[in-house]
């Protein structure tokens, strides 16, 4: 399943809605299909409180009903016919098609962000062939701004002052299940799935506060700076361990290309190890890590302003926003 957080106009403004992408390029309202549905059973108010309970609204919320909620989905997904346009008694759309509406990031407001640096390549191209010793004994990681947050086809805030504002091509794993000191063989079972990661990372700013022995913190935590979509793919579609091409591209032009299966620690060794001794909760973001070239700085090159930059991870799609200026600025 594909899960999207999707924007629509109403009377009162824009509203965000949560849906899973149907065939023929459509997207489906989890949460007012399941209204029609339990209605159909039970009546409109009791269908509605029903509905609003199971499938909500809100990913983090859905995601946060494992079982339960994944269950009520099936039920109204397998009795809905997919038809664009389709609407409720009230006038609700069910079924949008894609081109219709406005993807936001999957998760807006995520419940945490957490971002490893898991690939060698990666790490022995920004240390200049020197990997520390240290970091093969357990996957390192940093904690973002999870109100920073972005999706597809919006508009990056560059800082005015920054020539060297670079994109980071990476997955990252989405927490459905609440736990702590997990097994990598735990883990598996606590992710709800997966979706792109564009880490941005202002170098400039970057190289100057982590000559202090600390951060990343300013480089890589203002507004706009965590990207996320287009959707989040659940294991049973997309399986990291398996090989899946990643690419980057800027204003159409291969930049980067590499391999999921290029990580050093898998994602449920990465998992286990951020939660001992700590609680994961449903909503948790976990990046795995720029893979080796997927990035500007291991190019010597980074996008310029006005530039379009796509990163494409096979089986998760692709998510592309356009490297501007921030709000007030220039």
Known sequence: MRYVTFEVSSPVGPIERVGVLGAS??????????????????????????????????????????????????????????????????????????????????????????????????????????????????????????????????????????????????????????????????????????????????????????SVGLGPAKSKDFDGSNLFGPALVTPDEWDPHVHHTMQAFVDDEEWSSGSTTTIHFPVEEIVAHISQRETLRVGDVIGTGTVGGGCGLELGKYPPRGSRVELRIEGLGSLANTWGAAPGER
């Open 25 to 210: 390029g459509s997207v489906i309202d989890v949460n007012l299909a399941a209204r029609q549905y339990y209605a159909d059973h039970v009546g409109r108010r009791r269908g509605t409180a029903i509905a609003d309970a199971l499938v909500p609204a809100d990913l983090i919320a859905l995601l946060a009903n494992l079982e339960v909620g994944q269950d009520a989905l099936h039920r109204v997904l397998d009795d809905l016919p997919i038809e664009v346009g389709r609407t409720d008694e009230q006038g609700g759309t069910l079924v949008h098609a894609l081109d219709s509406v406005r993807l936001l990031a999957p998760l807006p407001r995520p419940a945490s962000i957490r971002d490893c640096s898991a690939y060698e390549q990666h790490v022995a191209a920004a240390s200049r062939g020197s990997v520390p010793k240290r970091w093969y004994d357990f996957p390192t990681y940093y904690k973002g701004n999870p109100f920073a947050v972005l999706g597809p086809d919006t508009v990056v805030p560059v800082p005015d002052d920054s020539e060297k504002c670079d994109f980071e091509l990476e997955y990252a794993a989405v927490i459905g299940r609440s736990g702590r000191d997990l097994s990598p063989e735990q883990a598996l079972d606590h992710i709800a799935g997966y979706l792109i990661f564009n880490d941005v990372s202002v170098r400039d700013v970057q190289f100057r506060e982590m």
